[in-house]
């Protein structure tokens, strides 16, 4: 069986073609597909999942820096071959992932602070492993001693 780099060569997928810089726009994980913005022009070029070039759950984070090619498709320009920035760079993933059956359900990040699709142990959004407060995304101190908690509580009580 031909694997799936191969099975391409005779759909538009070149070696030799042209190559441009751009950004993620947006990119929609639970439909796998999105567009990015060609550096330059205004030009918006349509990216599936399928022609990103990574391991494990293929996605694109917004503002994501992209090498890529382009072949006429179905409704305008589609992407193929997407890769990171410059040769060796990996591709920046999501931090969004779909929740399969429970679509409708958000999940609060205590982290960055965001209703999504992670939870704090697995945001990419803040880069740090120091532990911050529930309430109020400090790093200083954590919910139980929160002092916004504490004056909340406060005015309940009153």
């Known amino acids: 069986m ?3 780099e191969e099975s391409h060569q005779g759909e538009g997928h070149m070696d030799n073609a042209p190559r441009y810089l751009g950004s993620c726009k947006w990119f929609n994980v639970l439909k796998g597909f999105g567009f990015l913005l060609m550096d330059g022009s205004n030009d918006e070029v349509f990216v599936h999942q399928s022609e990103l070039q990574m391991k ?3 996605s ?8 890529f090619s382009t072949r006429p498709g179905k ?11 410059t ?11 779909p929740l399969g059956k429970k679509k409708n359900s958000l999940i609060r990040c205590f ?16 880069q740090t492993d120091n532990k911050v407060c529930y309430e109020c995304r400090s790093s200083d101190h954590l919910v139980g001693n929160c002092p916004l908690r504490a004056d909340l509580q406060k005015g309940m009580a009153q």
């Open 60 to 67: 694109l984070e917004n503002g994501s820096r992209v090498s």
């Open 111 to 126: 982290k960055c602070g965001g209703y999504g699709n992670h939870v704090a142990a697995k945001c990419r959004k803040i």
């Open 87 to 97: 040769d060796g760079d990996e591709l920046t993933g999501s931090s969004v992932r």
């Open 2 to 4: 031909e694997s799936k």
């Open 75 to 85: 409704k305008g320009i589609e992407a193929f071959n997407v890769r990171g920035e």
């Open 56 to 58: 494990g759950f293929r």
